[in-house]
């Protein structure tokens, strides 16, 4: 981030459904954010990330 905010994250299926989601606070510069996908299966997702400035969306794959 350019800046210290508050972020929200969603993960969404391929269907639109989102399968998880919460609230982060992002610190000035690179950041690293662990999400726990216990409770989602195998399979490819879109992972959104939401900002007061910006929003990004990331193909994300998730193998067990």
Same mark, same amino acid.
């Given at each position: 981030?350019?800046?210290?905010t508050n972020a929200t994250y969603?993960?969404?299926d391929l269907s639109g459904r989102v399968v998880s989601g919460g609230n982060?606070?992002?610190a000035n510069? %690179? +950041?690293?954010?662990?999400v726990s996908t216990a409770n989602i299966e195998?399979?490819?997702y879109i992972l959104k990330l939401s900002s007061a400035k910006n929003? %990004? +969306?990331v193909k994300l794959a998730i193998l067990k």
């Open positions: 981030a350019d800046f210290a969603q993960i969404f982060i606070s992002l510069g %690179s +950041n690293t954010i662990e195998s399979g490819n929003v %990004s +969306n």
